[in-house]
């Protein structure tokens, strides 16, 4: 799916800012209101939201809480929204942690 550049109004940001403070991440919010993720952020930050952390790297001192959300059957997916990062940087991570 193309998403648009689309800026997000004023009057949209109560909305969104509480939608970001629930949990969604940007990605989820970008489906939402049918624009990038980078369109999100930029509106959050317009609107004095201060972003989650997100990582390229998950710290060492975390990667024990993410294998016992793997143990739990959560995905990669659903374990790089709640830390802010990609699938990808969740699957480093565990392997990182194996070898």
Known sequence: MIRSRMAIANDQLPELRSLYEDGLSLNQLGEIYG?????ISAALKRG???LRQTWSVI???KVGELEELRAKGWTY????ERYGCSRWTV???LDRSIT
């Open 48 to 50: 004095g939201v201060p």
């Open 91 to 93: 699957a480093k991570a």
């Open 59 to 61: 710290p060492s001192h």
């Open 77 to 80: 997916q659903a374990i790089g």
């Open 35 to 39: 624009c990038s993720h980078t369109a």
